[in-house]
């Protein structure tokens, strides 16, 4: 697991160079798109969220560890819209409520948001909201990324244009190891300002 | 424009009262269109449609001139308006209006910390000091004292003392150890309650009745006027502080749990909110139903154990703590021991044996002020978006009472498909049983079977004369109906009192069955 101080600064990743899958797999953002500053949130109990923020954090604003206590993302989400930043995520659903409920009075909205349920006989489900004009890249990388999928979807999410809520969904279900200990439903999220 | 206004106001009736309190507060400060801000006043656990309770509008003003303003142009033109503190109400409606269309006032900008007095024990505050910022105050001024906080941090200290929430130190009874209050009637004035209405006094917050009838009360849960500060006392730290933790394996064991905590809590020998927990409640904080079966349905009898083996839980998990110098807590814990270690099976912990689980850790803190927001993981535990609606009768602390309404509540529970996840605050004399009613928000039958459910107990619990003294938006119609004592005695005095103090009906219609007179007659 990656230790607290290296969130921060999304420093040495030595130790997880193997789960970095080797195409550097993403969905590769269109010139067209702005890149915008953007601040991570990550529950780092498990290695899921290690993944994501080893992939995340170098492009990363900042990047937050959240434990048991949601309430962790409550400053983070404070900072983040008085400084109008993109928030990504991959935490448990009660961390997203809180995240979105200190944000939408700013205007914020879900530009994206994917629940991956990790399934019997080792099957992962993706149920992913966002905006057509990627989704279906994204749907497709995911189901082809297997255990590397936060990889993935955190390189992908770190490129992709955050300005409106997302309405688009779509579901893919992919094999994939189960970790060795699931505590419960992973939702990553997109939280941005919103176009009017 | 929004989809719903009072029925009574035109479009541009509306219109220009908003346009009205925009140059009262600046735009900035008012939502009046559809969006994320707007939704963001919605109850995000509501167990009705999303916009059942939507608002039309939201207006924040920053001090009590600016409400005076505001009050002005509702009373011109009847706009009702919704008072809320931190909107953190989670479970009972959140910063939801009671009815859509309503026009929501948030106090979020008032949010001063206007003393606290380390001498006497107090803090004086304003609508929009949260549990977070009173502590991390306190911590900053390095004071010797503790707050009592609910379990969600985020909420405001006076938003729940309003609501007559209940905390896990010795100061639990937030309304018990509020002192003070200056209010803003419906017409714009403004007065304090007991001593603060002397001018000059010191005692504003020392002395809770002052001089003639005792106010205060009728300003909590009700829609008489919009509280704007109000003064809390607060616990001198400790010299010592002692948490313990009893796991009982057997679901039989509530009554004689029941009974030998009732004494102990009449005689103050164990001085803080104690709670007598259900093994879900403390199963749904640190893991999820899929873990342990269909995320869909109620989990069945047989995974109760599984459960308990993985968690080192009981059936029943009772918390409590002693303050004070460490003999005399030394001394009193042989009395609690001995009565709470009666009951075959209890297993007794303390902090260095359950360090690290979040169960035990969020507890910790409650029962000595340390504010945080982990009992939200609670909404993991159905999956999708997990919302959940307390049920909240009260009881004796007794043992068959505990027991009637732990079964009648199970047994419809399960009945509508859904878990027991259940607690029993232990307070002076009384229990406040929560029940949460955890559902996913997103699936539509589970909403439905939410809402029949917990109307089925509300007959149920008012047939055995046990009452709510707290509940969701959606059920206070109902909740107030059933304290019918003496042909309706109490609520149309409530109506008196309402007709008297806001006439034009502006101030929360509707708020724990309270309707201004032009709304009664609508609906007769």
């Known amino acids: 697991m990656v230790s607290r101080r290296a969130f921060l600064r999304g420093g040495s990743l030595a130790g997880l160079a193997s789960l970095v899958p080797a195409a550097s797999a993403a969905v590769r953002p269109r010139a067209t798109w702005a890149s915008l500053p953007f601040e991570a ?56 409520m809180i995240a979105r409920q200190i944000a939408a009075p700013h205007g914020y909205g879900l530009a994206f948001q994917g629940e991956h349920d990790y399934l019997d006989s080792d099957r992962l489900r993706h149920h992913l909201r966002g905006d057509a004009a990627w989704l279906d890249d994204l749907a497709s990388l995911l189901e082809n990324s297997a255990d590397a999928w936060p990889q993935a979807l955190g390189r992908s999410l770190a490129g992709l244009p955050a300005d409106r809520e997302c309405t688009t969904t779509r579901a893919v279900t992919c094999a994939a190891r189960h970790p060795e200990r699931i505590s419960g439903q992973r939702v990553s999220w997109m939280l941005a300002p919103l176009r009017a | 424009m929004p989809q719903a206004l009072p029925n009574w106001l035109t479009p541009q009736q509306f219109q220009q009262a908003v346009d009205e309190m925009r140059a009262v507060v600046g735009k900035q400060w008012v939502v009046a269109e559809d969006g994320p801000a707007l939704r963001s006043y919605r109850d995000a656990f509501s167990p009705e449609e999303d916009d059942v309770f939507l608002p039309s509008a939201v207006v924040a003003p920053d001090g009590v001139e600016q409400i005076q303003k505001i009050l002005k142009i509702a009373n011109d033109y009847r706009v009702p308006l919704w008072t809320i503190s931190s909107g953190k109400n989670f479970a009972y409606g959140g910063p939801a209006p009671r009815k859509a269309g309503h026009v929501v006032l948030d106090l979020k900008r008032m949010n001063r910390i206007i003393e606290v007095n380390e001498e006497f024990g107090y803090a004086l505050v304003e609508p929009g000091v949260t549990y977070f910022q009173l502590y991390e105050y306190i911590q ?46 419906a017409d714009g004035t403004v007065l304090r309650t007991g001593q603060g209405s002397l001018p000059g006094t010191q005692c504003w917050q020392l002395f809770q009745y002052g001089f003639g009838p005792v106010l205060d009360g009728i300003f909590t849960q009700s829609n008489f006027g919009i509280v704007t500060k109000m003064g809390m006392w607060l616990m001198p730290e400790p010299p010592g502080y002692m948490p313990f933790m009893i796991t009982y394996e057997r679901e039989e064991d509530l009554h004689a749990i029941t009974e030998a905590v009732r004494p102990l809590k009449v005689n103050m020998l164990i001085p803080n909110g104690a709670f007598t927990v259900g093994l879900l409640w403390e199963a749904s904080i640190k893991t999820t139903r899929a873990q342990y079966g269909d995320p869909k349905k109620r989990l069945p009898e047989s995974a109760m154990k599984k459960i308990m083996a993985d968690h080192k839980l009981g059936m029943w998990n009772f918390y409590a703590a002693l303050y004070g110098p460490k003999p005399m807590m030394d001394n009193t814990f042989k009395v609690v021991r001995e009565a709470l270690g009666s009951i075959p099976g209890a297993k007794f912990y303390f902090d260095e044996d359950r360090k690290g689980d979040p169960s035990w850790d969020y507890r910790v803190k409650l029962m000595r002020g340390i504010p945080n927001m982990t009992e939200f993981n609670m909404t993991n535990w159905v999956g999708g978006s997990g919302a959940h609606v307390d049920f909240s009768p009260i009881s004796p602390t007794r043992g068959d009472d505990a027991v009637k309404q732990y079964e009648l509540i199970k047994t419809r529970a399960h009945e509508y498909n859904f878990d027991y996840i259940g607690e029993f605050a232990v307070g002076w004399r009384d229990m406040h049983h929560v029940f949460s009613l955890t559902f996913d928000r997103s699936d539509t039958d589970q909403r439905r079977r939410a809402r029949e459910l917990f109307s089925a107990l509300i007959d149920d619990a008012a047939k055995a004369g046990y009452g709510e003294y707290r509940t969701h938006l959606a059920f206070m119609d109902k909740i107030a109906g059933t304290y019918n004592w003496n042909d309706g005695a109490l609520w149309k005095l409530h109506h008196k009192l309402k007709d008297a103090l806001d006439p034009n009906g502006i101030l929360a219609p509707g708020k724990m069955g309270i309707w201004p007179k032009h709304m009664r007659e609508e609906e007769a």
């Not at chain 1, 899921?48 to 990363?60: E, I, K, M, S, T």
């Not at chain 1, 434990?67 to 991959?90: C, F, H, K, N, Q």
């Not at chain 2, 941090?153 to 309304?175: A, M």
């Open chain 2, 140 to 185: 900053k001024k390095g004071y010797k004292l503790w707050i009592d906080c609910a379990a969600p941090g985020w909420g405001s200290v006076l938003g729940n003392t309003l609501e007559h929430g209940v905390g896990y130190t010795p100061y639990g009874d937030h309304f018990m150890m509020h002192c003070g209050m200056e209010v803003v009637l």
């Open chain 1, 41 to 96: 949130v990550c529950d780092t109990r498990h290695q899921d969220g290690d993944a994501f923020l080893a992939a995340v954090a170098p492009r990363a604003y900042r990047s937050h560890g959240v434990g048991v206590d949601p309430g962790a993302v409550i400053g983070v989400m404070a900072d983040a819209t008085a400084a109008r930043r993109v928030v990504l995520g991959l935490t448990t659903p009660s961390t997203l």
